[in-house]
T-cell receptor, first 115, second 111 residues
Framework: GAGVSQSPSNKVTEKGKDVELRCDPI?????LYWYRQSLGQGLEFLIY????????KSGLPSDRFSAERTGGSVSTLTIQRTQQEDSAVYLC?????????????FGDGTRLSIL | QQQVKQSPQSLIVQKGGIPIINCAYE??????FPWYQQFPGKGPALLIA?????SEKKEGRFTISFNKSAKQFSLHIMDSQPGDSATYFC??????????FGTGTRLKVLA
């Protein structure tokens, strides 16, 4: 596709359930990022994938969060045993490479609501 | 030292006015400073970016001013329009993938 695609666009689930969020980056982009945006807040870095290198997971807030990227393309962010504080917009971005000087292109995010 | 402080939190201007959004940083190793525009329900979109070797960059009605000695940079929107109403984020990086984002400025341009 032309841009970064995320699904679902909205997800409502009960506390304690697991959720999976999907990101399809721009074709040819080797770098992929996940961010979390809470209401009225900035963007909180979660995880970064670059090619076949080990991902940088330093931003994941707890061991309930995990992510994988299969075949260097599609990525899935999984949140286990969801808590109400996990409610936020989860944004995915991709860039041509992993240098800071290449711009990151964002999807429209998944709005996650935990009841 | 990794923070980027953005102000103001919100801003209201009349159509045609020149809103100014400011960001300040501490880490002198930062070498790339992008600005992003975000409309409700959409992801952030890159607006304009600057490197510390220039003091000003213009793209259309958007201008970044950069003050290396003060470790500050700002976004100016000339002849602002109601369609510019959005949230604006500054960011900084130091040649790596990790952007440090400001907390955002919600701009409203009145018709």
């Amino acid at each position: 596709g032309a841009g970064v695609s995320q699904s679902p666009s909205n997800k409502v689930t009960e506390k304690g359930k697991d959720v999976e969020l999907r990101c399809d980056p721009i074709s040819g982009h080797t770098a992929l990022y996940w961010y979390r945006q809470s209401l009225g807040q900035g963007l909180e870095f979660l995880i970064y994938f670059q090619g076949n290198s080990a991902p940088d997971k330093s931003g994941l807030p707890s061991d309930r969060f995990s992510a994988e990227r299969t075949g260097g393309s599609v990525s899935t962010l999984t949140i286990q045993r969801t808590q109400q504080e996990d409610s936020a917009v989860y944004l995915c971005a991709s860039s041509l490479d992993g240098t800071g000087s290449t711009s990151q292109h964002f999807g429209d995010g998944t709005r996650l609501s935990i009841l | 030292q990794q923070q980027v402080k953005q102000s103001p939190q919100s801003l209201i201007v009349q159509k045609g006015g020149i809103p100014i959004i400011n960001c300040a940083y501490e880490n002198t190793a930062f070498d790339y400073f992008p600005w992003y525009q975000q409309f409700p329900g959409k992801g952030p979109a890159l607006l304009i970016a600057i490197r510390p070797d220039v003091s000003e960059k213009k793209e259309g009605r958007f201008t970044i001013s950069f003050n290396k000695s003060a470790k500050q940079f700002s976004l100016h929107i000339m002849d602002s329009q109601p369609g510019d109403s959005a949230t604006y984020f500054c960011a900084a990086s130091k040649g790596t993938y990790k952007y440090i984002f400001g907390t955002g400025t919600r701009l409203k341009v009145l018709a």
